[in-house]
Nanobody, 114 residues
Framework: QVQLVESGGGLVQPGGSLRLSCAAS???????MGWYRQAPGKERELVAR???????NYADSVKGRFSISRDNPRNTVYLQMTSLKPEDTAVYYC?????????WGQGTQVTVSS
């Protein structure tokens, strides 16, 4: 079983920055980790995903503003968010995938408001 612990959400003004962290623990060999988000009344959507050994993928709405990175020894993935907009407000979820399944974090709230 893979467990994911997220941190780093909060309240930020438009134009501000936040960094989310997701630490994975467990005995599975992961091949991908990523971030998704779900705003009230909307479907959960992909924000950024990293398949290990390949380049990252980003949603068009965050390209040029968000960056996903990985700390391999710590089995941690980060989402650096800059130039935040009110429409980025959502619960952000970490996802980790291995050959036989995937796991989700508990979610962390990001609110962009003045």
């Amino acid at each position: 079983q893979v467990q994911l612990v997220e941190s780093g959400g909060g309240l930020v003004q438009p134009g501000g920055s936040l960094r989310l962290s997701c630490a994975a623990s467990g005995s599975f060999s992961l091949y991908a980790m990523g971030w998704y988000r779900q705003a009230p009344g909307k479907e959960r959507e992909l924000v950024a995903r990293m398949v290990f050994g390949s380049g990252p993928n980003y949603a068009d709405s965050v390209k040029g503003r968000f960056s996903i990175s990985r700390d391999n020894p710590r089995n941690t993935v980060y989402l650096q968010m800059t130039s935040l907009k009110p429409e980025d407000t959502a619960v952000y979820y970490c996802n980790a995938a291995w050959d036989r399944g995937d796991a989700w974090g508990q979610g962390t709230q990001v609110t962009v408001s003045s």
